[in-house]
């Protein structure tokens, strides 16, 4: 109670926490546009999303430490992941494509364990950072900051989104994916090579991961074991959004973003994921009755 | 020749068998036991804990070894990797006293591993000298063979609380207003501190302002911070491993949060110098142990002497790790002499009797086996480097609170 009776008299804190909420959920949204992708042309729940982002973290981090600007890691993490996520569709996804839910997703649990151990082996489990060298705007006399990456990070998020909504609409494999999504057999039927569309949607889903981690490394920071969070939020994300739905996912990150940092403030930091998960056992509930209503007028 | 050669490895290991029997019995040999991480997660911290217990020995036997009753003896530990896991640490200490036939024990690395060994060793009633095992659960079973020579958790930061109340006049405050806002992870370990800090600012009278418990996969804490800009306390607390202290000595520059005193833990881990540079400036962290620290024994000599020993013989600076490893072997090395026999049983009242200056600082166990004579330190980060700040009788210089304000520095 305290803490709301704070949040009243100084509105500017409000700002603050909405403007931090927007830009991860920004980042949020990023990921969880892969994920939707994934989910609904190739029906599989990627449960390794979290480590990809995590690699894109990785990934800047060798770019930086090669002497260049992280900003580099974003384009640089997006290729790497999408040339790794191709070549984790030829060995194994492609064998889990048509196969049981559950089989995919203990197959890319495994992929996920295998990253994070991979990954603590090769680079330890210390926490690390990249600086973008972007500076701070300080608004309201200090009252609110805020970092540019994270600025630029909202500001990618959009981009990709509207880029991946072009692609899908417009070009030849967009729409080819598009059709696999509809009906796989009847793509197959009329030429469309499905197997090529699975291989690049799972690519393009890592590699949109793979941005967002080079966003977390330098706005925020990265760890071998950083992934479940993401993993778990763009889960949620698209339950909210629905799938194929772009404007709904950066709708839904956006707004999971603000409605946890008030949480944190509120109910202390503590209840941070909790209400995370809270509020997915409600959404989740809440669908279910609208699905139910529309069943009943289909009677 | 394969006959020659095995006829030749027969001899050879006669020879040394003969060699290694005649030396036992012209002296004696105290050997101790111990599980230490050489693999798994914490094979870093387990590699110090091994370099800081074999500089020691190295060092003892040197100057002619311990003398117990009237004869001289050397010291050597028996080792045995326990990667990194509690059940494997158990076995191995079990393996270490059963067949071994170990009679003393060297604690290992971390306090899971100490959990896990500590009722092996109460069952044989097997003395276990331990310098790496922090949490505060290891000291409320009632154990009489355990003996810890680090400070334990709940002292972590509780002389950053101290400090703040000798410093309240230099905030504009008597030492009853100052008030705190603690960010400590959700973890025992963090929970400890968290209650250490808690117990000593309740014992000032302060008030904790904001109290938020940081989860697991903390890498914002942006929520928290704006929280702490709020309210204005005078004293900031986070405490969150490696994590915590990068992600809030990050946050705490970008977010241009004014606080008086910041302090943390887990600086070193965390790099916060070399990676932040400008923005850990300031920042009050605790430790175990400084090689500046003015503390000295007859076997090391100061604090410095024994840094410089350990860089020259294994090629880097000592971490606290190595240091409280190291003095674990001298307070044995104490109490068998005090003991002059080596009798599990007389070792270890001898051990419940220590009363030792180290350089590691000084050693005397309450009736639960911690250490209470030794204060944690509590560095500041000034022109790059850490400076020790207090406890006051230890300090280099002095602790720059308040600290300027963002705007005030270049």
């Not at chain 1, 203990?106 to 600086?131: K, P, W, Y």
């Not at chain 1, 899908?168 to 197959?188: D, H, M």
């Not at chain 2, 005193?261 to 605790?286: N, P, Q, R, W």
């Not at chain 2, 220590?354 to 000034?382: C, H, S």
């Amino acid at each position: 109670m305290d803490n709301l009776n704070l949040l009243i008299q100084a509105p500017i804190l409000n700002v603050q926490l909405l403007l931090d909420g927007l830009w991860i959920g920004a980042i949020f949204a990023l990921a969880a546009f892969g994920m939707a992708l994934v989910w609904g042309v190739m029906n599989i729940i990627n449960v390794a999303q979290g480590e990809f982002v995590m690699l894109g973290g990785f990934i800047t981090l060798m770019v930086m430490e090669a002497g260049l600007s992280p900003l580099l890691g974003i384009p640089a993490a997006a290729i790497v992941l999408f040339v790794l996520g191709w070549l984790l569709y030829r060995v194994i996804i492609w064998r889990i494509v048509d196969a049981d839910m559950f089989i995919s997703l203990l197959a890319t649990f495994g992929i996920s364990i295998m990253m994070q151990q991979l990954m603590n082996e090769i680079f330890g489990s210390d926490v690390r950072t990249a600086e973008s060298g972007l500076g701070m705007f300080y608004l309201f006399d200090n009252m609110v900051t805020v970092s540019q990456i994270k600025v630029l990070a909202f500001v990618l998020a959009f981009a990709i989104g509207l880029a991946l909504w072009l692609f899908l609409k417009r070009s030849r494999l967009g729409q080819a994916i598009r059709a696999t999504s509809q009906n796989p057999r009847a793509a197959r039927i009329l030429g469309i090579d499905t197997d090529r569309v699975y291989a690049a949607t799972y690519a393009i889903n890592a590699a949109l991961c793979g941005a967002a981690g080079a966003l977390v490394v330098m706005a925020y920071s990265i760890h071998p074991y950083v992934g479940l969070p993401y993993t778990v939020r763009s889960f949620m994300i698209v339950i909210m959004a629905g799938l194929g739905n772009l404007g709904g996912v950066i709708a839904a990150g956006l707004g999971l973003g603000a409605a946890e940092q008030f949480a944190g403030f509120l109910l202390g930091a503590e209840y941070q994921l909790a209400f995370v998960f809270l509020l997915l056992v409600v959404v989740l509930v809440w669908r279910q009755m609208v699905l139910a209503r529309r069943r009943q007028y289909l009677k | 020749m394969i006959r020659f050669h095995k006829g030749l490895l027969a001899a050879t290991a006669a020879l040394a068998l003969a060699a290694g029997a005649s030396a036992a019995s012209a002296e004696c040999v105290i050997t101790m036991g111990a599980a230490v991480s050489l693999t798994g997660k914490y094979s870093t911290n387990g590699t110090h804990t091994k370099n800081g217990y074999n500089l020691a020995l190295k060092v003892i036997n040197d100057k002619g070894g311990v003398k117990v009753g009237d004869k001289t003896c050397k010291l050597a530990v028996k080792y045995y990797d326990d990667e990194s896991t509690p059940a494997r640490g158990a076995e191995l200490a079990e393996r270490l006293i059963k067949q071994d036939g170990v009679k003393f024990m060297l604690g290992p690395y971390s306090s899971g591993l100490t959990k896990a060994i500590a009722p092996v060793t109460e069952k044989y009633k097997v003395p276990m000298v331990e310098a790496n095992g922090a949490s505060r659960s290891l000291f409320t079973k009632g154990y009489k063979y355990l003996f810890a020579v680090l400070s334990t958790s709940e002292q972590y930061l509780a002389s950053a609380v101290a400090l703040a109340a000798e410093n309240a006049e230099k905030m504009g405050k008597k030492p009853n207003q100052i008030t705190l806002a603690l960010a400590i992870e959700n973890d025992p370990f963090s929970q400890d501190i968290r209650a250490g800090v808690m117990d000593d600012a309740k014992k000032y009278g302060m008030k904790i302002v904001v109290d938020d418990k940081l989860p697991k996969e903390l890498n914002d804490m942006t929520s928290t911070l704006t929280k702490v800009r709020a309210l204005r306390p005078d004293v900031l607390v986070v405490s969150g491993h490696a994590k915590g202290a990068a992600t809030a000595t990050r946050q705490i520059a970008e977010m241009k949060i004014d606080i008086p005193m910041v302090a943390m833990t887990h600086c070193d881990s965390a790099k916060i110098i070399k990676k932040f540079g400008k923005a850990a400036e300031y920042t009050l962290c605790a430790s175990q142990w400084a090689p500046t620290l003015k503390y000295s024994d007859e076997v090391f000599g100061s604090a410095m002497d024994f840094a410089k020993l350990f860089e020259k013989t294994y090629g880097y600076m000592p971490p606290y790790q190595a240091a409280e490893s190291a003095a674990a072997v001298l307070v044995y090395a104490d109490a068998f002499q005090r003991a002059g026999s080596t009798d599990p049983q007389k070792v270890r009242d001898a051990l419940a009797a220590t009363d030792l200056m180290t350089f590691y600082g000084k050693v005397k166990f309450d009736e639960t086996g911690k250490n209470i004579a030794k204060p944690m330190v509590l560095y500041q980060v000034l022109n790059g480097k850490y400076v020790v700040v207090a406890p006051s009788k230890w300090a280099e210089a002095q602790a720059v609170i308040p600290r300027p304000k963002w705007s005030e520095r270049k």
